[in-house]
T-cell receptor, first 112, second 111 residues
């Protein structure tokens, strides 16, 4: 049982490049979300989804896009990477918005 | 928007000492969750509290949810080196279905 799988684990981008962080879960969870973690700032919600076809903005959505075409997958797109987007990104899934969240292993992104 | 703050940001204790972290929300929460993140790892769910004034225990860990459902605390009795990590509270507030995390408390335990 894989749980929540994130790829890649590490990535270095140049300013202005775009990329997609992948997230997949095999628990048939309706709720999926993306967080970024920066020192001293905890986990900040970027975007979330309550089910296939439904997405919404979190606390820090600017510079990021998401889509939810299937229950299993919730990719995060960086449109034009900036050094301020250097962070550790976590994807999480949960049965509902108010139940236990399961996190992926994280993606450490550096933008130079 | 909803904000969740935790204090302290960092705590260093000697093994065997007690530890407490406090979580305060700007809005009333429907529930509060607690997570632990080991260094270099990902957050792992510990517990969820739903009722006003609720207290739950897990071995040496005691979790409380405030009467007004705007604050919570995690208390660890007689810390061990295995308790090292960052402890986060997280909650859903108001009419939102967003799970907002607190700023976290990093616990260091010296043997």
């Amino acid at each position: 049982n894989a749980g929540v799988t994130q790829t890649p684990k590490f990535q270095v981008l140049k300013t202005g490049q775009s990329m997609t962080l992948q997230c997949a879960q095999d628990m048939n969870h309706e709720y999926m979300s993306w967080y970024r973690q920066d020192p001293g700032m905890g986990l900040r919600l970027i975007h979330y989804s309550v089910g296939a076809g439904i997405t919404d903005q979190g606390e820090v959505p600017n510079g990021y896009n998401v889509s939810r075409s299937t229950t299993e997958d919730f990719p995060l797109r960086l449109l034009s990477a900036a050094p301020s987007q250097t962070s550790v990104y976590f994807c999480a899934s949960a049965r509902t918005w108010s139940t236990e969240a399961f996190f992926g292993q994280g993606t450490r992104l550096t933008v130079v | 928007g909803q904000q969740v703050m935790q204090i302290p940001q960092y705590q260093h204790v000697q093994e065997g000492e007690d530890f407490t972290t406090y979580c305060n929300s700007s809005t009333t929460l429907s529930n509060i969750q607690w997570y632990k993140q080991r260094p270099g790892g990902h957050p792992v769910f510990l517990i969820q509290l739903v009722k006003s004034g609720e207290v739950k225990k897990q071995k040496r860990l005691t979790f409380q949810f405030g009467e007004a459902k705007k604050n919570s605390s995690l208390h660890i009795t007689a810390t061990q080196t295995t308790d090292v990590g960052t402890y986060f509270c997280a909650g859903n507030g108001g009419a939102t279905n967003k799970l907002i995390f607190g700023t976290g408390t990093l616990l260091a335990v010296q043997p």
